[in-house]
Nanobody, 125 residues
Framework: VQLQASGGGLVQAGGSLRLSCGAS????????MGWYRQPSGKQRELVAT???????NYADSVRGRFSVSRDVAKNTVDLQMDSLTPEDSAVYFC????????????????????WGQGTQVTVSS
């Protein structure tokens, strides 16, 4: 299973960006999909996640400005980011936690994290 993210870039403060991520492979179920970010010189932190039933979780710093959405059938997750500030600048990572998938005839399950390659978001002041 691989995660492919897209949509990062450079935007002025107050602007918007939309990140998208898709999981490829013979996936039968994903429990949680979402986004984390890592500002330069800092640790990776939660941005937003959504579980299989659509329940969302946001970091306090982005609540009300960002919106996470998921297409369960397509195994994709998007992050709409509005009212961006320079403090939102970071490498954004797509995340999957808990999934089941087929390889050959065998069904595998895992409760671990799978990460995408990261996409840079830079917000200029």
């Amino acid at each position: 299973v691989q995660l492919q993210a897209s949509g990062g870039g450079l935007v002025q403060a107050g602007g918007s960006l939309r990140l998208s991520c898709g999981a490829s492979g013979r996936i039968v179920r994903i429990d949680h999909m979402g986004w984390y970010r890592q500002p330069s010189g800092k640790q990776r932190e939660l941005v937003a996640t959504v579980d299989h039933s659509g329940i969302t979780n946001y970091a306090d710093s982005v609540r009300g400005r960002f919106s996470v959405s998921r297409d369960v059938a397509k195994n994709t997750v998007d992050l709409q980011m509005d009212s961006l500030t320079p403090e939102d600048s970071a490498v954004y990572f797509c995340n999957v936690r808990g999934m089941g998938w087929y390889e050959g005839d065998y069904l595998y399950t895992s409760s671990s994290d799978t990460w995408g390659q990261g996409t840079q978001v830079t917000v200029s002041s």
